[in-house]
């Protein structure tokens, strides 16, 4: 199977591989070349891997590693760059070998296993032309580990501050504009994490560990999705302990910036069934964090 024919039909799977085509095309055909220089007969799975050590030349490893990558064999085949590295250390085959076992761990889901290799050859070559890819690499397989917001954000926060390293080193790669869409997606997800705690506390009726958890959002994540509810739970939460200037406000800056939302004629309607309207305080916390962005 061609290199080529691998990455049209889609043998590559990804989206985030697709969008890097050219790059990865360009260091997996160097590496085929030394693939194909020698005819070599075999293949490695699990059984190679564990038997005693064995030194091969490093034709055939790239070449036991190209038969496991056309048979979807990803992790063996992430282990055969690695045995590059391990029993060629210091040849030009190894610099490239960290790489293709980091892309081939991230196509098995060996996640942990992609960022540490990726890692590596950002430490061992730093200068070298497709670092940014290796950066890449690794915070996509950060982000590909991000749970769902019932459960613990800490990799949301480590793809959120990888995507972000990668785009203030590379800011002009292809790499850097796919890493600002993921990073909005990331953003949005620990904005969803604070809301649906926020809602918990709301429904139990503890109004201030609520405020704190929409203000968060409001003060973090107002360009996501969840910053119009956050503002119409600021006006039901802030209306519940009697503080009506802050739920005017809510609503109003609500009505501003998301005017005719749902949220806006929900909080509208908590008010004027009090006999109150939107009115702004400026000198609101809410207020100042909006005009400070808007």
């Given at each position: 199977m061609s290199l080529k024919f691998m990455f049209e039909s889609g043998v590559l799977g990804?989206?985030?591989?697709?969008?890097?085509?050219k790059n990865l095309v360009s260091i997996a055909a160097a590496a085929a070349l030394g693939a194909s220089a020698t005819a070599l007969s075999g293949c490695a799975g699990d059984d190679q891997m564990s038997a005693q050590y064995v030194e091969r030349p490093i034709e055939q490893i790239y070449?036991?590693?190209?038969?496991?990558?056309?048979?979807?064999?990803?992790?063996?085949?992430?282990?055969q760059f690695d045995e590059v590295e391990r029993q060629h250390p210091y040849s030009v085959w190894a610099r490239r070998a960290i790489l293709m076992s980091a892309f081939c761990?991230?196509?098995?889901?060996?996640?942990?296993?992609?960022?540490?290799?990726?890692?590596?050859?950002?430490?061992?070559h730093p200068g070298n032309k497709d670092v940014p890819y290796a950066y890449y690499l690794k915070a996509i397989s950060l982000y590909e580990q991000i749970a769902d917001v019932n459960?613990?954000?800490?990799?949301?926060?480590?793809?959120?501050?990888?995507?972000q390293d990668l785009i203030q080193r590379y800011p002009d790669t292809e790499y850097a504009r796919d890493a600002r869409l993921k990073?909005?997606?990331?953003?949005?997800?620990l904005a969803g994490r604070e809301m649906t705690i926020g809602r918990f506390y709301l429904r139990q009726g503890d109004y201030i560990a609520a405020i704190n958890r929409f203000r968060t959002v409001i003060d973090k994540y107002q360009t996501t999705t969840h910053a119009p509810e956050a503002l119409e739970r600021l006006t039901e939460a802030y209306l519940s302990l009697g503080i009506v200037r802050e739920a005017q406000t809510s609503a109003a800056v609500l009505g501003f910036n998301y005017p005719g939302s749902d949220w806006y004629m929900d909080a509208y309607n908590l008010l004027?069934?009090?006999?109150?309207?939107?009115?702004?305080?400026?000198?609101?916390?809410?207020?100042?964090?909006?005009?400070?962005v808007f």
């Open positions: 990804k989206e985030s591989a697709r969008r890097v085509r070449s036991d590693a190209w038969k496991l990558i056309n048979r979807g064999d990803w992790p063996n085949a992430g282990r761990y991230y196509e098995g889901n060996r996640y942990t296993d992609a960022i540490d290799a990726s890692s590596r050859f950002i430490q061992l459960h613990d954000q800490g990799k949301t926060e480590e793809a959120l501050t990888a995507l990073m909005d997606l990331a953003r949005d997800h004027t069934n009090q006999n109150l309207a939107p009115q702004e305080d400026k000198e609101s916390w809410i207020s100042k964090a909006y005009h400070a």
